[in-house]
């Protein structure tokens, strides 16, 4: 039932975020804690910034939402993030799996591969 329920609220503020044009233009690292920063802007404040910082495996926000026990677009914004470096990092691990195990089966065959950049013909002569 938790589970349900923050997904929900997760969507809602995903797309709360998503109406009102916010953006995460900025992250970095907290060098005391070494915590991951994610700077994103505010919808109801112009040139106001709200950071979010991963603290244990949780996303922690400065803004008021938070404080009413809300789940913010901020935060929802971050998830977003966090969920698409992710599986784009997953995508690039399958990439990097698929070259080695070419590289493997090649390495086991008798005739290498090379290069060679001499013209020729798919056609029989």
């Known amino acids: 039932m938790i589970v349900k329920d923050m997904r929900s609220a997760y969507e809602r503020a995903l797309a709360r975020a998503n109406r009102a044009g916010i953006r995460v233009p900025g992250r970095g690292i907290v060098r005391s804690t ?12 112009a040139n106001r910034w709200h950071l979010v ?33 992710a599986k784009s990092a997953r995508e ?9 195990r070419i590289h493997v089966a090649v390495a086991c065959d008798e005739t290498p591969l090379y290069r060679d950049n001499r013209p020729f013909s798919i056609f029989k002569s």
Request: include cysteine; charge should be positive; aromatic fraction near 4%.
């Open 53 to 85: 910082v991963v603290r244990g495996g949780a996303l922690v926000c400065d803004c008021a939402a938070v404080q009413r026990s809300r789940y913010c677009t901020h935060r929802g914004l971050v998830h977003a993030k966090l969920r698409q470096e």
């Open 92 to 100: 690039v691990a399958d990439i990097a799996e698929v070259a080695r």
């Open 34 to 45: 070494g915590e991951q920063l994610y700077a994103v802007n505010s919808a109801t404040e």
